[in-house]
């Protein structure tokens, strides 16, 4: 895994690092954004459980709608969001089912990825961060996400990435590290959820 000089900058000025993976480039960080790479606004959705369950259109949040969490775990966005396909800057784009699956191959399959992109000890993740060496650079920052009922607490320990994919009308494909897993999970997900987004260089 080779650190790339390459670094992006989405249309709200945020900073983002990037790595290459097999043949791969990735983002390092965790997508932050609060408009479409057009500048068109994403709406901000600081509302009930039920709105955000209900919501059959883009909306993004904090975590525990809290903005204090931008820097260390980015935003959560619903799959509509990512739909729109003008979520990720100009040039990059949020990754296919296969793409994460590529990605969990190169790092010597699902059982064993996740602990290759996981921060290593346990500031960012609850202990034992099982496996976590972080070989690959990908430096996953543990955050929760948002759900039917609301915010997840922290103390569950899954980080869940969304996929482009959807696995049909009401789910789609998405990826999560654990705290206490070194593998890569994969599972599918109600449109509805306020996960976390990194970006794809296109190629």
């Given at each position: 895994?080779?650190?790339?000089?390459e670094?992006?900058?989405?249309?709200?000025g945020?900073?983002?690092?990037?790595?290459?993976?097999?043949?791969?480039?990735?983002?390092?960080?965790?997508?932050k954004?609060?408009k479409?790479?057009?500048?068109?606004?994403?709406?901000?959705?600081?509302?009930?459980?039920e709105?955000?369950?209900?919501?059959?259109?883009?909306?993004?949040?904090?975590?525990?709608d809290?903005?204090n969490?931008?820097?260390?775990?980015?935003a959560?966005y619903?799959?509509?969001?990512?739909?729109?396909?003008?979520?990720?800057?100009?040039?990059?784009?949020i990754?296919?089912?296969?793409?994460?699956?590529?990605?969990?191959?190169?790092?010597?399959?699902?059982?064993v990825?996740?602990?290759?992109m996981?921060?290593?000890?346990?500031?960012?993740?609850?202990?034992?961060?099982?496996?976590?060496?972080?070989?690959?650079g990908?430096?996953?920052?543990?955050g929760?996400?948002?759900?039917?009922?609301?915010?997840?607490?922290l103390?569950?320990g899954?980080?869940?990435?969304?996929?482009?994919?959807?696995?049909?009308?009401?789910?789609?494909?998405?990826?999560?590290?654990?705290?206490?897993?070194?593998?890569?999970g994969?599972?599918?997900?109600?449109?509805?959820?306020?996960?976390?987004?990194?970006?794809?260089?296109d190629?």
């Amino acid at each position: 895994m080779d650190k790339n000089t390459e670094i992006i900058t989405d249309v709200d000025g945020n900073v983002y690092h990037t790595i290459s993976i097999g043949t791969q480039v990735w983002m390092v960080e965790n997508l932050k954004t609060t408009k479409y790479n057009d500048g068109t606004e994403i709406p901000f959705i600081f509302d009930t459980a039920e709105a955000w369950y209900e919501l059959n259109s883009p909306g993004y949040c904090w975590y525990d709608d809290n903005e204090n969490y931008m820097e260390t775990t980015g935003a959560l966005y619903n799959w509509h969001t990512l739909n729109t396909g003008k979520l990720c800057p100009k040039g990059w784009h949020i990754p296919t089912d296969k793409e994460w699956s590529i990605l969990a191959e190169f790092l010597g399959g699902e059982i064993v990825a996740g602990g290759k992109m996981k921060a290593i000890g346990t500031e960012f993740w609850s202990s034992p961060n099982a496996g976590a060496t972080n070989l690959s650079g990908f430096t996953a920052l543990y955050g929760s996400f948002r759900g039917k009922s609301g915010f997840i607490p922290l103390s569950n320990g899954t980080l869940l990435f969304w996929s482009g994919t959807a696995y049909d009308d009401v789910d789609a494909w998405a990826w999560y590290l654990r705290f206490d897993s070194e593998a890569l999970g994969r599972n599918h997900g109600g449109k509805y959820h306020g996960f976390s987004v990194r970006c794809l260089k296109d190629g």
